[in-house]
Structure formats: structure tokens, C-alpha cells
């Protein structure tokens, strides 16, 4: 069955570029053997888990965004770009990730998020056991915007945009692994949507993963490829990711 790991609603408003979101990956409190998330494992079969210490992260990193550019008539292309192992292609499609919430380029309309609230793994407690690696997190006040799916805009995400998450096993700036999933339903809402729930399924197809895997009841992530020399730079995240030798 399938279940929900992100949800997106809306706060109406009158002018169409007030429109704001809160972008929720979410932490369940359900129970019952049937009720399940899907787990977050390193390549390696590691259950990942992040810790805050003081609002800094500590292990795994969880990020939220977007591609710039991504229309869906470019899906193919995205998506053998990011499962590439060629560094200089994935190099290319994630200089394209535009952050959300961590004030990309000084633009607060992208949403905020708090040390408690940011995207992140954490356990979740299921029928009394402490289960790991299960997704938590938001990202509040992204402004809906209009314009061109996935484009950039100073006034914030533009309706339909495709919200991807974009998960590593460390840090960004040590990360040796990388999962990109994205639901088919995980888009920004339009002007007239009130409070919707855009998402109802979790990344449980093989279109789903766009780099890593669905290893049964699991997500996985993979191994960054060694670009030799050269850094793996997420350009447009204002990051570089270095594999380590």
C-alpha cells in the first residue's frame, strides 16, 4: 500500500504571489505492522540517521529543491543525468538544484526552515520499536509564484514545479553517496488550491529514484562517482561535494 512521505499544502491568499506553502516531509505517528515508511539505507546497506547539535547537522543531510529548467518535457534527460556515472554530466544536472529553504541567492521566498524543523532523518517509533532512517522535516513559507515550471524567480517556486529530495550519507561537503527520489505528485500547488494535500504516495516506483534505488521496502542511495582530480561542485546550491579517496 502505498503511503505518504511528503505532503504540500497551501495558505490561500488574495494576491496570487502571497500564496505561501509548507513543504512537509513527514514524521508519522502511526502504528501497526502494516503502517510503513520507507527507510533511507546508505549503498553500503546502512540504516542512515541525522542528529542536530545545536541546529548543525550531524551525519546524513536531507535536502529539498528543485531543477531549473526541469519543464517535464526534459524528464528523460534529467533523469539519465542524474543516475550518470560520468562526473561531468551529474556535475551538470546538479549545478541546476535550487535549494529550498536555505535562502539560495539571499531569496527568503524559497521558505525557511528552523533547527527543529529542517529536513532531516530521524527514528520513528512503530508498534514500540524505534525504527531509523525515516524522513522528517519541512520547509515553510515558500512562496507560489507564477512563470514557467522549475524556472528561478526572485518571487519564489513557481506553480507545477517539480520538488525533488536530494539525500546524502554525510554532510555535503564529505558525502560519498547520493539518493535523488521525487514522487510524481510532488509539485508546487497552483493560485486557487486551499490548504491541499498534493501527496498521497510515497517514492515506491523505479521512476521515482533518480539516482540510487527501491530495494524492497527501502530506499537506497549510490556511490558517488570518483571524479578523479576535481571536485563534484553543486554549483547552483553554492556547495561543492568532494568524494573521498
Request: aromatic letters at 6%; one cysteine or more.
Amino acid at each position: 500500500m502505498k503511503r505518504c512521505l511528503l505532503t504540500i499544502t497551501a495558505a490561500g491568499a488574495a494576491v496570487f504571489q502571497a500564496d505561501a506553502s509548507n513543504i512537509l516531509v513527514s514524521d508519522f505517528s502511526g502504528s501497526g505492522a502494516a503502517f510503513q515508511e520507507r527507510p533511507i539505507r546508505s549503498a553500503d546497506g546502512f540504516i542512515l540517521n541525522t542528529t542536530l547539535s545545536s541546529g548543525v547537522i550531524v551525519g546524513a543531510q536531507v535536502r529539498m529543491g528543485y531543477f531549473s529548467g526541469f519543464d517535464g518535457s526534459n524528464d528523460a534527460a534529467l533523469t539519465a543525468a542524474l543516475a550518470s556515472e560520468d562526473p561531468a554530466v551529474l556535475n551538470g544536472a546538479l549545478s541546476r538544484f535550487v535549494p529550498m529553504g536555505e535562502n539560495f541567492g539571499g531569496n527568503a521566498n524559497l521558505g525557511t526552515v528552523t533547527s527543529t524543523g529542517l529536513p532531516r532523518i530521524t527514528p520513528r517509533t512503530i508498534n514500540t520499536v524505534s525504527y531509523q532512517g525515516r524522513l522528517a522535516g519541512q520547509v515553510s513559507n515558500a512562496v507560489v509564484t507564477s512563470g514557467a515550471p522549475n524556472s528561478i524567480s526572485p518571487s519564489g517556486v513557481p506553480s507545477g514545479t517539480r520538488i525533488f529530495l536530494l539525500v546524502y550519507n554525510a554532510p555535503v561537503a564529505t558525502a560519498t553517496q547520493l539518493g535523488i527520489f521525487s514522487s510524481t505528485v510532488w509539485t508546487m500547488p497552483t493560485d486557487n488550491l486551499i490548504n491541499p494535500a498534493l501527496n498521497t504516495v510515497d517514492v515506491d516506483a523505479a521512476a521515482e529514484v533518480y539516482r540510487g534505488s527501491l530495494n524492497g521496502s527501502e530506499l537506497r542511495l549510490a556511490v558517488i562517482p570518483e571524479p578523479s582530480a576535481t571536485l563534484l561542485a553543486l554549483v547552483g546550491a553554492g556547495f561543492a561535494l568532494r568524494r573521498r579517496r
